[in-house]
């Protein structure tokens, strides 16, 4: 644990860790700035009768890109404990710990704001019920995944100050 702690404290005093608590404020934009956009939410897009059917017949499956980021992010978040563990260049350590915490944790939002597209999708053939509902779920998943972003930005900058 005093090497954990030693290294948050050596690592705070770099610029390359302040370089990615920018980045990840720039990636926390992005969900925001798409919830705030989205074209479902705001009633623009209107779904056709057979763009609405098919997402009803295809049932959603997560697929191979979310298989394929959890395993990165946690082979990222092994790779990077194990550089800090080695203290083999700590500071590309915490980068690659933070960009594997980053993947793990928003891949199953993103994953569940796809499935709320595909549910608003196919709710456009129901009733006004039915549309509003999916157009919660659709918000909650914007919302879950702009929170996740934040969680993790505010959760870098703590790690980096507090040592």
């Avoid at 690592?11 to 720039?26: K, Q, S």
Wanted: charged share 15%; net charge neutral.
């Amino acid at each position: 644990m005093k090497m954990l702690v030693s290294t948050l404290g050596m690592i705070g005093n770099e610029w390359l860790a302040w370089a990615a608590v920018g980045l990840l404020a720039a990636l926390s934009a992005v969900p925001l700035y798409r919830f705030l956009h989205c074209p479902i939410l705001a009633g623009t897009r209107k779904f056709t009768a057979e763009e609405a059917q098919d997402e009803i017949d295809s049932p959603f499956i997560a697929g191979p890109r979310f298989a394929l980021g959890m395993l990165f992010g946690i082979g990222a978040i092994i790779a990077g404990l194990s550089l800090i563990a080695g203290d083999i260049v700590p500071v590309y350590g915490f980068l690659i710990v933070v960009a594997g915490v980053f993947v793990v944790q928003t891949e199953p939002a993103r994953l569940r704001l796809r499935e709320g597209q595909a549910r608003a999708a196919a709710a456009s053939l129901g009733g006004p019920e039915q549309q509003a509902e999916a157009a919660d779920r659709l918000r909650y998943s914007h919302l879950f995944l702009i929170t996740s972003h934040l969680a993790i930005l505010v959760a870098v900058v703590a790690a980096l100050l507090a040592f």
